[in-house]
């Protein structure tokens, strides 16, 4: 059976696997499920509705699966996933959804959310994404696979932040972050393509080049998304993370005020 301290409290309606720890002065609510390997430290606070997979580690002060900070919220029975392999250190939070989308607030797996990072309610959180200290998601917020936040980013909501994109430090991101990028600013602009990521992620040269013209086209050049996309096919650069980049600016541009999602207000 897990391994419960006796300071602990837990709903008996919780199903916990036989290797989970949950350390003192921590409380898990109803309807929680823990799978193999999790860790729950000290004052940890699961609340209803959560599912978590296996090999999470929470340290101190971490709040799953609370009510969504939303005035417009009545108190339905909405979600909280959390995948596999993630860490979460001192005081981070991670809401529940509300009504307005699917009713779940998600992490993937292999997610590091470094101390007082928040997640709140209706965002979608992929898989390896690194969030520094006081990194804030504010709600309806998708960050996809492999993405950075830097330390005390804040996240305006119903922002996407690509794949494999990076954001300096205390940036404020107001509009969606093109995917391979790295922003920076208030607000958040892409500078330049987020070499560093590339190459530990084993982009080819070849890949790297042709998302450094990508880029170079359509935030310096400014020639626009049909001619920088036949510049790149002409010139045999239009692959599949090229066609990613410009899928995804083509639809940022869709939105309104520079984020893709934006319609999803009115929805």
């Not at 005081?91 to 509300?98: E, F, I, W």
């Not at 330390?151 to 954001?167: Q, R």
Request: aromatic letters at 4%; a negative charge; one cysteine or more.
């Amino acid at each position: 059976m897990a391994d419960i301290h006796q300071f602990a409290i837990v709903d008996t309606t919780a199903e916990l696997a036989d290797d989970v720890v949950v350390g003192p002065f921590c409380v898990i609510g109803p309807r929680v499920k823990i799978a193999a390997g999790t860790r729950l430290e000290n004052n940890v606070t699961i609340c209803a509705n959560v599912t978590m997979g296996e090999n999470n580690h929470l340290h101190p002060g971490v709040v799953i699966g609370g009510a969504p900070q939303d005035v417009s919220y009545q108190g339905t029975e909405t979600l909280t996933f959390i995948g596999n392999n993630n860490v979460m250190r001192e005081g981070v939070t991670v809401n529940r959804a509300s009504e307005k989308e699917d009713g779940i607030t998600s992490v993937g797996d292999n997610c590091f959310i470094m101390a007082c990072g928040h997640v709140a309610h209706d965002c979608k959180v992929g898989n390896h994404v690194v969030m520094a200290n006081a990194t804030l998601l504010g709600g309806h917020v998708h960050v996809h696979d492999h993405a950075t936040l830097s330390g005390g980013v804040a996240v305006h909501h119903f922002t996407t932040i690509g794949s494999y994109s990076f954001v300096g430090g205390l940036s404020r991101v107001i509009h969606d972050v093109p995917p391979y990028m790295l922003a920076d600013g208030n607000p958040a602009r892409p500078r330049c393509i987020n070499i560093v990521a590339l190459k530990r992620n084993d982009f080819t040269a070849e890949q790297i080049s042709a998302l450094a013209d990508a880029h170079r086209m359509m935030y310096r050049a400014k020639v626009g998304m049909e001619h920088a996309r036949e510049f790149l096919r002409a010139n045999t650069q239009l692959l599949e993370c090229v066609e990613n980049l410009l899928n995804f600016v083509q639809t940022q541009q869709g939105g309104r005020h520079g984020r893709g999602r934006d319609g999803r207000r009115a929805a």
